[in-house]
């Protein structure tokens, strides 16, 4: 651009300068024709006045005061007159003019002829001599006059012409520079019209590459939630033009979080990528697939007329998709997915309601035990306000200080003696109240915030250990619960190990609790995950034990010290020979292998005495007591210091 300005500036510079410079040749050739008219005139009239001597000389009546020398030195005059006519510049340039040149030769010629007659001159009437001279000088005269006249008359015609003879290289550059610095102007002109054409397509493809990124995903491709919520948008129009209906398909991938935990991001990422494309494979062209977020997708399915049988055929035949296997990093990965369905109009006549109805929809089919499809139906929706206000409230929980770790005792059954306490995880909510954990979990799960939970979790359970201790209490074992993310992560031991380090809480006295479902999927990672756990010196239980399917042959390769027999055996123990006996078969398969029991859940006197009679060894349960506050704990344990809790419940126990 400054090429262009300085190119502009040099052509104004020039063409101010041409305009100067002819201004000055028009006032200069003004004067020059003021002065070449004058010397014509002048001319004339030393002709006419040499003709005057000479008839004053040579008349009837001579004048006494009209001598031959005054004839002689008018004459001397006009030939000095025509000397200057081959003197100076400016006399030249006039010369320069063809009749002016052929008058100034004429009169040369004449004065030639008449010198040699003056000297023959009388002072006589009318002497013969005047005669033949004026005749001499008739043209001349005439032509002067009439010359003198033409530039008077035709001022700026000879201008003009003399502007003409203007030294050529004046002219040159008068015309050159203006000539050479608009071209110059043009040519930089033209290049910054392109520089701004080329400039303003790079601009335009940019801006088009910056749209695209702002409505897609970066990973898939597809369109993104913005560019889905038009789409939605559009389509509700068209739809509600041509009186059909459409369908909103929500479907998120199950447990693919533990995908990207366990095998890592980019085959997390990968699976993303292959999973967007086998969606785009099952609709029709016009039809939208999106991806809103980690792993939740949405299909719009356009045109399904009156029938659901053609909806369903869409959402089966996705599922089906889903459903073949995945080959990543070497290995067949088996995804399942849950999908909700809304359509339109009957469940909603507006983008965003018709995509909340099919979320909550999606997520009865993930509650109802996941790889699911689910229709909406009214009801769902408040249940999915509910989930998603609560899961943005949780997001602030722990910073907030709204977690609190309760703490139920743990009982020897032989001797009543509390010898530790399950530490027991509430959210005091700020409107909902004190939260159940069941409540929030599965929502802490699902959303990866159990992995921050679940650390402050173990790292408050220890501290407090061993605060009470340092209060006076007997140093209580610990037990925590374990979620399945946190015993995905592969660096599980290394925290566990920090968490014991920074709270000094000596590590044998520290027991993790893991589920049977959590070991068994995917048992190699479970042995190598509880093998470290226990090099650190922790002790491992197997929670809710008897409801999964973890046989004896599995149970014998994780290198766990306790099982915890799940409360619903406890619980219908003494009701169904059922539980019954699988309590039993737990309490000596237990003894087979070296595993201590505790049972959960036991909440009647004839409970205990069902496990003691059966050698269990320790137990947990209302019956002693809930799950406690933390000062409520420690009054708790303080109060029974050296008590028989069982004997307290009346079991006629010896003291
Ligand atoms: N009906 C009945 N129930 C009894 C009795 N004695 C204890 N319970 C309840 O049984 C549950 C025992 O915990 P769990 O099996 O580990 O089951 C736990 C555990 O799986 C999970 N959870 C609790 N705290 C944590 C935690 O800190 N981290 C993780 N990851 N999960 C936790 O939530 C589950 C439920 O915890 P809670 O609601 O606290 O429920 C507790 C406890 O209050 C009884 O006599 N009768």
Redesign the pocket.
């Known amino acids: 651009m400054w090429r262009l300005l300085l190119a502009l500036a040099v052509f104004i510079a020039a063409l101010y300068f041409s305009y100067r410079e002819i201004g000055q040749a028009n006032s200069l050739a003004t004067l020059r024709v003021g002065h070449h008219t004058h010397t014509l005139f002048r001319t004339y009239e030393d002709v006419q006045r040499f003709l005057y001597s000479l008839r004053d000389y040579t008349g009837d009546e001579p004048l006494d005061t009209q001598s031959l020398e005054s004839v002689q030195l008018h004459f001397e005059l006009l030939v000095s007159r025509l000397r200057v006519f081959h003197e100076g510049e400016a006399n030249r340039e006039l010369l320069a003019f063809a009749e002016v040149r052929a008058a100034v030769d004429r009169l040369a010629v004449a004065l030639d002829r008449i010198e040699p007659l003056i000297a023959d001159l009388a002072p006589e009437r009318r002497d013969p001599h005047y005669a033949q001279i004026r005749a001499l000088l008739h043209d001349s005269r005439i032509s002067f006059l009439q010359l003198g006249k033409q530039f008077l008359l035709n001022a700026q015609l000879r201008n003009e012409q003399l502007l003409k003879q203007l030294s050529h290289m004046q002219s040159f550059w008068v015309i050159a520079a203006p000539a050479v610095s608009g071209s110059l102007l043009l040519v930089l002109f033209f290049l910054q019209l392109r520089q701004s054409m080329a400039l303003a397509k790079s601009l335009e493809s940019q801006s088009r590459a910056l749209a695209h990124m702002a409505a897609h995903d970066f990973l898939t491709a597809l369109p993104n939630r913005a560019l889905l919520l038009e789409r939605l948008t559009r389509m509700i129009e068209q739809t509600q033009r041509a009186s059909g209906r459409f369908a909103v398909m929500f479907l998120d991938l199950d447990r693919f979080k533990a995908v990207n935990d366990s095998l890592g991001h980019a085959v997390g990422d990968e699976l993303l990528k292959m999973v967007a494309e086998r969606l785009c494979a099952c609709v029709r062209e016009g039809d939208t697939v999106a991806r809103i977020s980690g792993d939740e997708f949405v299909l719009l399915v356009g045109d399904i007329g009156d029938d659901d049988a053609v909806i369903n055929t869409v959402a089966e035949r996705v599922a089906t998709q889903l459903r073949r296997p995945f080959q990543l990093a070497g290995e067949e990965l088996l995804v399942t997915s849950s999908i909700g369905i809304s359509l339109y109009p009957a469940h909603g006549q507006q983008a965003e309601l018709l995509l909340v109805n099919a979320d909550a929809a999606m997520y009865s089919a993930k509650a109802s035990g996941r790889n699911s499809i689910h229709g909406y139906l009214a009801e769902m929706n408040a249940g999915s306000v509910a989930r998603l206000e609560l899961n943005r409230d949780l997001h602030f929980a722990l910073e907030r200080g709204q977690l609190v ?2 703490y ?1 005792p743990l009982v020897q059954l032989s001797t009543g003696q509390i010898f530790g306490v ?5 959210w005091q909510h700020p409107s909902r109240g004190l939260l ?3 409540e929030f ?1 599965p929502l802490a799960e699902e959303s990866g915030l ?1 992995i921050p939970i ?1 650390e402050w ?1 173990l790292r408050t359970a220890c501290a407090d250990a061993v605060a009470w201790h340092s209060q006076g209490l007997p140093l209580l074992k610990m037990a ?4 399945a993310l ?1 015993f995905q992560q592969p660096e599980l031991a290394e925290r566990v190990d920090a968490v014991l380090v920074a709270t000094g809480f000596p590590a044998e006295m520290l027991v993790l ?1 893991m ?1 049977e479902t959590q070991l068994m999927r995917n048992v190699d990672l479970a042995v190598a995950a509880t093998q470290a756990l226990r090099e650190l010196g922790v002790g491992l239980a197997v ?2 034990f008897g409801t999964g399917y973890c046989s004896l042959s599995y149970l014998q390769r994780f290198p766990v010290s306790k099982l ?1 027999l ?2 619903s055996f406890v ?1 219908d123990s003494l009701s169904k020979c059922s539980a019954a006996a699988i309590s039993r078969s737990v309490i000596s398969l237990g003894k087979s292998l070296s595993l201590k029991i505790l049972a ?4 009647t006197p004839e409970q205990l005495a069902f496990l003691r009679a059966h050698g269990c060894d320790y137990g ?4 002693f007591s ?2 406690l506050a933390q000062a409520e704990l420690v009054s708790f344990v303080q109060a029974n210091r050296g008590a028989r809790l069982t004997k307290k419940v009346n079991l006629g126990l010896p003291s």
């Not at 925590?480 to 979620?483: C, K, P, T, Y």
């Not at 959960?600 to 909440?603: A, D, M, N, Q």
């Not at 947990?620 to 019956?623: S, T």
């Open positions: 770790l309760h139920q399950e530490a027991l995880l509430r159940a954990p069941d979990i159990i679940g979790i925590v619960n374990l979620s946190q609790e589920t929670d809710d915890k799940d409360r619980q959960e859940g036991i909440e947990q349960g209302y019956l809930r799950p």
